[in-house]
């Protein structure tokens, strides 16, 4: 069974950073997309971030390229999301999935997701 287990959220003032990690377990192959999506109060799930484990392919929203950073530590199966600079408008659940498809310009089709992490970014 597919496990994603996230930690890192809470409260930051505008400005400031946190670090997203999401632990990975039951894999039986290692090619596989892994990222973050994001859902804030009355608004649709957007995809944030995402990598392949295999080629280290990485998509970016438009809105937070140049203040995240993502990264995989093959080794430990844990994602993270380095989060700078960042915004109110970043306030979200983050949501770590996997198993899906990552391109330069996407990053869709996630088979299995993590409970979520809320990130409050105070103004």
């Known amino acids: 069974e597919v496990q994603l287990v996230e930690s890192g959220g809470g409260l930051v003032q505008a400005g400031g950073s946190l670090r997203l990690s999401c632990a990975a377990s039951?894999?039986?192959?290692?090619?596989?997309?892994i990222g973050w999506f994001r859902q804030a109060p009355g608004k649709e799930r957007e995809g944030v971030s995402c990598?392949?484990?295999?080629?280290?392919?990485?998509y970016y929203a438009d809105s937070v390229k140049g203040r995240f950073t993502i990264a995989m530590d093959n080794a430990e199966n844990t994602v993270y999301l380095q989060m700078n600079s960042l915004k109110p408008e970043d306030t979200a659940v983050y949501y770590c999935a996997a198993d899906g498809v990552v391109e330069n310009t996407a990053c869709f089709g996630m088979d299995h997701w993590g409970k979520g992490s809320l990130v409050t970014v105070s103004s």
């Open positions: 990598i392949s484990r295999s080629d280290g392919t990485t």
């Open positions: 039951g894999f039986f192959y290692d090619d596989y997309a």
